[in-house]
């Protein structure tokens, strides 16, 4: 395979070309109630060819692999058809190099049957709990091979497998409704879908629950966040922000995201790391052939860095950072997040909610959406703070605001750092793309909260 790509890419009339090539396999299972939704998988593959010419790129998929030079070349014509005055790429150094695949255990090899049958033990679990109306679940593995080879001298070859699973129950009480779920992930460990039965009735029971308890009065309070809403909140309010392509492209992110501006507290530390061991977001190289690194976003409360692709990085005269990632061979490499995380401080959760009087302790997520430096997340469980201590369940709230406000407004962070792996990201019509997301229990003043 080396051989064959490294002769395709010999002989252009171009500044820098690449290649890749993937064979993609992916299986899922899904039951609504206790009836199988779904069961199926498929299995195929294709390539992509990219060229750059004076600034500009030229980009080709393909699912045969017969001639691979035709394929590059017609990328070179697509980059200097839109050849303009020039860029230059940051420099990456050529690789040789077949990192091994995370695989502690691998869902390929675990019966059809057994998968299904763990399924239906989860959904009698929720079905237990009475009140319950309905009940989804699913999983699912998607494995990833590829070879990249560029006009540089490197040639990789890369294996990775994700596994992902959801549940859902819904409760139903006359003309309420309410529900409650999870989602998890890993890289290549099917173990992280088993012995989950107490944690199914427990999802049931919060469901339930959530019927019976009252609306918050929507208001600005001191607000607790759990590591899963805190991780979500550091990806998608301030991690997109921190992807160069869209601060470059954009006149008025440039004037706010100005490395060397205070955003936070000393305490605050938002890191990106795709070279995080066992991470869903966590691979040895990028789509670029660029190495994984841990990336410094914000360090004791200011903004220190960036993600990078090797345009992006040359384009900004900055570090390429190793985060340029495709969905798949269909989709050209972009600027991506892989692992975003608030890193821990020294108090414990419980000394930061004694120190609210009145407050909201908001945890989990149902989703969420953001525009420029405005976000609306939606919390998946809610609960009263008074003087200290957690009282009350309330109805999932909303929680609403400027980013960069937020920051300045969140004044500790706890000790506690936990990673959720269950989400998938997307952009530019990629998704989802294996990601994780975590924090420990943070707190913000003056947050506002819709409710009632």
Wanted: charged share 25%; aromatic share 6%; glycine share 12%.
């Amino acid at each position: 395979m080396r051989d064959e790509m490294t002769q395709a890419l010999r002989g252009h009339r171009a500044d820098y070309v690449e290649l890749r090539l993937e064979d993609l396999d992916s299986n899922h299972i899904s039951l609504r109630g206790r009836e199988i939704d779904d069961i199926g998988g498929s299995s195929g593959g294709g390539g992509a060819a990219r060229a750059y010419v004076n600034g500009a790129w030229g980009f080709v998929t393909f699912t045969r692999t017969d001639d691979l030079h035709s394929r590059v070349d017609a990328a070179v014509r697509q980059a200097r058809l839109a050849a303009g005055e020039g860029s230059t790429l940051a420099a990456g150094e050529p690789v040789v190099a077949e990192p091994p695949p995370v695989l502690d255990n691998d869902p390929f090899l675990v019966p059809l049957d057994r998968k299904v049958a763990l399924l239906q033990e989860y959904v009698e679990a929720m079905w237990a709990a009475p009140g319950i109306q309905s009940t989804s679940i699913g999983s699912g593995e998607r494995r990833r091979v590829t070879h990249f080879a560029n006009s540089e001298g490197s040639y990789i070859r890369q294996e990775r497998v994700d596994v992902t699973f959801r549940a859902r129950a819904i409760a139903r009480k006359d003309n309420d409704v309410q529900q409650y779920g999870i989602s998890v992930g890993s890289l290549g460990d099917y173990s992280v879908l088993e012995g989950r039965h107490a944690e199914m009735r427990d999802i049931a029971d919060r469901a339930v629950a959530l019927l019976d308890a009252p609306q918050c009065d929507g208001r600005e309070y001191t607000v607790i966040c759990d590591p899963i809403l805190a991780g979500v909140f550091a990806h998608e309010a301030f991690g997109h922000l921190s992807e160069s392509d869209f601060v470059y492209e954009n006149d008025r992110m440039k004037d706010i995201m100005v490395l060397g501006r205070r955003f936070g507290g000393a305490h605050l530390n938002i890191v990106d790391g795709g070279s995080v061991p066992g991470l869903r977001g966590s691979y040895a190289y990028d789509d670029e052939g660029i190495p994984s690194r841990r990336s410094d976003l914000i360090r004791e409360g200011v903004l220190v860095g960036r993600l990078h692709s090797r345009e992006t990085a040359g384009k900004m005269g900055e570090d390429v950072t190793g985060n340029a990632r495709a969905l798949d061979y269909r989709f050209a490499p972009i600027v991506r997040m892989t692992n975003t995380f608030i890193e821990p401080g020294e108090a414990t959760p419980e000394e930061l909610i004694a120190e609210v009087k009145d407050g909201v302790y908001a945890k989990n997520w149902y989703g969420g959406m953001t525009s420029m430096e405005m976000f609306t997340f939606s919390a998946g469980e809610a609960y009263r703070i008074r003087n200290g201590h957690i009282e009350e369940l309330l109805r999932p709230v909303v929680l609403s605001g400027n980013v960069f406000t937020t920051l300045e407004n969140l004044d500790a962070v706890a000790n506690d750092l936990d990673m959720n792996q269950g989400g998938g990201c997307g952009k530019a019509g990629q998704s989802p793309l294996p990601v994780s997301n975590g924090s420990p229990h943070i707190r913000i003043r003056n947050c506002l909260v819709g409710g009632a």
